[in-house]
């Protein structure tokens, strides 16, 4: 195998494209960005702005973390301390790890992957980050103008009786910004379906495609279910119609039952991608292709249809069914087996493997050591005996933020660092990276593992003031949320610093497979200059790669061993 270690590298046909031209430098001012096609620049424009809304959550949990080091309310009182974790929840889960791995890197790497020079509509990707920035930009105002208090669930009958007039103006925009992941995953699914190059067939497509296809199959069934429900609580808000509200006639726990049938598969639009981040990272620093191939890809489908049914499992103590509750008990752990297949195969791909510990990499075994602590604590919370207890405890924000931030934090940073030298031609520093992702898993640790004793002894979560033997475990959560904090600021000036003081990146710093790595770094303005016919498998680290283009219109037949 010969790789090129330069910044020029060879285009389809063989020939040296021009280093001087890419999709970054393509064009200049503010216009050229706002009203690109370009998918890369588009997911470019993502990443800045969930960047945004990553602050402006961290900011809502700091406050939160500072305020619980001491037993009673003494920096906010319980109204402000209400709209703070509200703050913190809407940014984080419907602005930041909804859309992270999908739009950002899905939105740069995706047609990449399978050859194409662009997603199928371009006008539509274009339209669905700018319903992102109203849906957040509506958001975001009427959380910070009006104080909203309803918690990110927006839970009735909190959000139609008790809460302020701002409530009905963030939840159109979250409405909104249901758009965006729509047209997202229709965008997604019409280009994987439509637009893969000549030879890469269903099973030479790399995993990250298969978990972003399973993914914008969620995004297109259960995106409208919530923007529905939300419609008809500003509805119920607006003109008084008795939905969910009983003093109207209404019935709570029907909201419940339509925000937990998307927000359950809303957990998987979120962890999902990363799956896939996981399977080309861990082939790439294994030098291995993924055990077991087609299971995890198929596992990736079973877990977006088994998603949609497991959502009573949230509401084991709202009086449902005991026989419905048990159900649900079944069907939620049963989806914990496509999961346990790719933890399962992941290993297996590890084992005997030339395993190399560069920074992807090491986000990479913090996402399965993290992510592992957050699934086998779901089990409890998936039985009902054991659910009764621990329901609306600190245990059930242990779990969750496992899940959420130890797993889909952790692989959004993986992927971050994994095709950062791709997006921007730049290598960043190694010493700093690995410092980063160590400071995170044990920031991490440290914040969120006494929440499982506070919530196992009885903590309630939302509140801010608390007996005074649970202190000394909210003292240690708020120090790992302090290093937690430094682990994100090192990350940042990493990257940043990068595109200043990086060194240049040749077309495939990581010797990794895949189209992504046969062109310039930075890409291109339409990735590819002929278009390349795949004859490899995935992943194939053993084998000689070919590319060819495709001939006609007087160009060359050939092949190029990358």
């Known amino acids: 195998m010969t790789t090129t270690s330069t910044t020029e590298a060879p285009s389809a046909s063989g020939h ?198 399973a993914t914008s199959l969620i995004m297109i069934l259960g995106t409208p279910v919530v923007a529905i429900t939300l419609l008809l609580v500003v509805l119920e808000r607006v003109f008084h119609i008795g939905i969910f509200d009983p003093a109207l006639g209404g019935d709570p726990i029907l909201f419940q039952h339509l925000f937990w049938f998307y927000s359950h598969p809303a957990v998987y639009i979120m962890i999902v991608p990363g799956f896939g981040v996981m399977s080309e990272v861990i082939a790439c620093f294994s030098r291995k292709r993924i055990f077991g191939y087609s299971f995890v890809a198929f596992s990736s489908l079973a877990i977006a249809v088994l998603g949609f049914i497991v959502w009573g499992h949230h509401m084991f103590t709202t009086g449902q069914s005991i026989y419905a509750g048990m159900v649900f008990s079944f069907l939620t752990f049963l989806i914990a087996v496509p999961t346990a297949v790719k933890i399962f195969n992941w290993t297996a791909t590890l084992y005997r493997g030339s395993v190399s510990m560069e920074s992807p990499m090491l986000y990479a075994m913090g996402f399965m050591g993290l992510f592992l602590i957050g699934g086998l604590t779901g089990l409890f919370l998936s039985t009902m005996a054991t659910d009764i207890h621990l329901h609306d405890t600190y245990f059930v924000v242990a779990h969750f933020h496992y899940v959420m931030v130890g797993g889909m934090v952790m692989a959004y940073l993986c992927g971050l660092h994994f095709w950062w030298p791709k997006m921007t031609g730049r290598m960043y520093s190694e010493v700093m990276a690995k410092t980063s992702a160590v400071l995170i898993f044990m920031g991490f640790n440290l914040t969120f593992f006494p929440q499982f004793v506070l919530g196992y002894l009885g903590m309630p979560r939302r509140y801010h003031v608390y007996p005074d033997e649970f202190q000394i475990l909210h003292v240690a959560s708020t120090a790992g949320a302090t290093v937690l904090g430094i682990g994100y600021l090192v990350l940042f000036i990493c990257l940043v610093s990068s595109l200043i003081n990086g060194a240049k990146a040749g077309p495939n710093p990581w010797g990794a497979k895949g189209l992504e790595w046969m062109i310039e770094s930075p890409p291109t303005p339409h990735n590819f200059h002929e278009t390349p016919v795949v004859t490899f498998e995935a992943y194939a680290y053993e084998e000689e790669d070919t590319l060819l283009p495709v001939p006609g219109d007087g160009q060359t037949t050939g092949a190029v061993s990358h």
């Open 16 to 213: 040296l494209a021009d280093p001087d031209v890419n999709y970054l430098n393509n064009e200049y001012g503010i216009k050229s960005w706002l009203l690109s096609l370009d998918h890369k620049r588009i997911g470019l424009l993502y990443l800045i702005m969930t960047t945004v809304f990553f602050v402006v959550g961290g900011i809502g949990a700091a406050l939160i973390r500072i305020e619980l080091m001491t037993p009673g309310g003494d920096l906010l009182e319980a109204d402000t301390y209400n709209k703070m974790f509200t703050m913190h929840g809407v940014a984080m889960i419907f602005f930041f790890l909804i859309p992270s791995v999908p739009a950002v890197i899905g939105n740069f790497v995706l047609p990449i992957m399978i050859g194409a020079k662009d997603v199928a509509f371009p006008k539509l990707n274009l339209l669905s980050w700018y319903c992102y920035m109203v849906g957040g930009g509506l958001a975001t105002f009427a959380i910070i103008a009006g104080g909203i208090d309803t918690g990110w669930t927006f839970y009735t009958p909190y959000s139609t009786t008790y809460a302020n007039g701002y409530v009905s103006v963030a939840l159109f925009g979250v409405f909104i910004n249901g758009f965006s992941g729509i047209l997202t995953g229709v965008n997604f699914m019409t280009t994987v379906h439509k637009m893969r190059a000549p030879g890469m067939t269903w099973f030479r497509l790399p995993l990250f495609i298969w978990a972003q296809y």
